[in-house]
């Protein structure tokens, strides 16, 4: 299998189980932050949207609400979650939303198909980050918008120490990315910065020898970046920068 499809297929398996666990949802659920993206895409008349890693639907289903002329649709390599959010659909007779599973590599729509394109919280896991932004602007109508909302990688962690941590999971974890990498990787697919606001974010990782081993080897001023400490044996990310950035197709 190559290195794309099995990241994907470890992704899969982690968030299939995850996302059926509420503490999960949970922990990932921010109404605070969900209202500021809303505000961020505000003001536009959508016909089509699209959300890449829509887990819950938990930006899909407010954004079907808030556009009823638009069509929204969800997409995830995750099935399971896919099959609850299709149920939710039904359930609460909408006619403007539609999930389905994808392989997590290819977007399955034609070019121009959309004018709003948005993921959460789930771009550090796409395995080849440049095809996903390519094909993310190929899918936009000229003058489209993307928002992503993502952990942004401290510009001095150049050894990556973060995605360390994050990839003991195991669960299809590529890598955070620097303001400025991202910023590059758009605008070199005709996607400019048009707003941004930075939110943070924080978590623990699980008790477990690999985070202390870890965490044992990062020397005070790696700790610094992501205000990382240990407390009764598990260890805290206290401090992660997400940025929430709208760029447009130009
Ligand atoms: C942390 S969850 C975020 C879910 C949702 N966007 C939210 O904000 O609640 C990450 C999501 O990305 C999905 N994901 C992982 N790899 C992916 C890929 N290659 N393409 C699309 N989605 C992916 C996962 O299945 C999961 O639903």
């Known amino acids: 299998?190559?290195?794309?499809?099995?990241?994907?297929?470890?992704?899969?398996?982690?968030?299939d189980r995850i996302l059926q666990h509420k503490v999960y949802t949970e922990v990932i659920r921010d109404d605070?932050?969900?209202?500021?993206?809303l505000e961020l895409i505000q003001g536009g008349c959508y016909k089509s949207i699209l959300d890449i890693g829509t887990g819950t639907g938990y930006l899909a289903f407010p954004l079907a609400?808030?556009?009823p002329e638009a069509l929204v649709f969800g997409i995830d390599i995750a099935g399971g979650i896919i099959d609850k959010n299709r149920?939710?659909?039904r359930k609460e007779g909408k006619t403007n939303l539609v999930f389905q599973t994808f392989n997590g590599i290819e977007?399955?729509?034609?070019?121009?198909?959309f004018d709003l394109v948005v993921s959460r919280?789930?771009?550090?896991?796409?395995?080849?980050?440049?095809?996903?932004?390519?094909?993310?602007?190929?899918l936009l109508c000229l003058g489209g918008?993307?928002?992503?909302?993502?952990?942004?990688?401290?510009k001095k962690d150049q050894g990556g120490i973060i995605d360390a941590f994050m990839k003991i999971k195991k669960d299809g974890h590529i890598r955070f990315y620097t303001e400025e990498e991202l910023e590059r990787m758009f605008a070199q697919n005709g996607l400019h910065k048009e707003k941004q606001i930075f939110t943070h974010m924080a978590f623990p990782f699980a008790q477990g020898s690999a985070y202390s081993e870890l965490y044992g080897q990062l020397m005070d001023k790696d700790r610094l970046l992501y205000d990382i400490v240990e407390e009764n044996g598990v260890i805290w990310v206290r401090h992660i920068a997400v940025g929430n950035t709208v760029f447009k197709k130009i």
């Open 1 to 15: 299998m190559n290195w794309e499809l099995e990241q994907v297929r470890q992704a899969r398996k982690s968030f």
């Open 32 to 37: 605070g932050h969900l209202a500021l993206l």
């Open 65 to 67: 609400e808030i556009y």
């Open 87 to 89: 149920e939710r659909v």
């Open 107 to 113: 977007y399955p729509f034609e070019e121009g198909s």
């Open 121 to 138: 919280y789930a771009f550090h896991h796409f395995p080849n980050p440049e095809s996903a932004v390519r094909q993310i602007s190929r």
């Open 145 to 154: 918008k993307v928002m992503l909302s993502d952990p942004v990688r401290a």
